[in-house]
């Protein structure tokens, strides 16, 4: 791990980054999204607080004023590697090239999500063969998501084609 700047309160070795990471999407995350092996990188503000977390594949996560992390393009990719249907919002072909796009991904559009979502948590919206489309924040529960015919359930932030 890298870091432009020696202020903040990440730890130089990613403990912290990996038990956030665990923390908001579960055991396991951390090791996916920043691997003690990895080359990654801590962008901090002018302040010295930590905002961002970008690897040569592109950004993993921003750090929020909250403390939760917002998933960039490639943290979701890593996070892919939890089990299914953890943290996903699966979606068929009808929505697929809308939501590569960047679009956001309707109700009526989901087919199975993982129960566990809540309104604001960070997901994966991904073809019901298991392609990662795009990444962004749960706008309804799980439940609702399968229930209503209307509605924003995921409002996306980076489409997997932008």
């Known amino acids: 791990m890298t870091d432009d700047s020696g202020a903040g309160g990440l730890g130089d070795d990613g403990d912290d980054l990996r038990r956030v990471a665990d923390y908001q999407f579960?055991?396991?995350?951390?090791?996916?999204l920043f691997?003690?092996?990895?080359?990654?990188e801590v962008k901090r503000s002018s302040s010295g607080r930590p905002s961002q977390v970008l690897a040569?594949?592109?950004r993993l996560v921003t750090l929020g004023v909250d403390g939760r992390f917002t998933l960039?393009?490639?943290g979701g990719r890593r996070l892919a590697g939890l089990d299914h249907p953890k943290n996903r919002v699966v979606v068929g072909d009808d929505s697929e090239p809308f939501v590569r796009e960047g679009k956001n991904t309707f109700a009526k559009f989901v087919t199975e999500a993982d129960p566990e979502i809540r309104p604001g948590d960070e997901v994966l919206v991904v073809h019901r063969e298991g392609r990662l489309l795009a990444v962004g924040r749960a706008e309804l529960s799980a439940d609702a998501m399968l229930d209503f015919d209307a509605g924003m359930a995921v409002q996306v932030r980076d489409g997997a084609d932008e």
Request: hydrophobic residues 25%.
């Open 35 to 40: 691997p003690q092996d990895d080359d990654y």
């Open 72 to 74: 960039g393009l490639e």
């Open 56 to 58: 040569d594949g592109g």
């Open 26 to 32: 579960g055991a396991g995350a951390g090791a996916l």
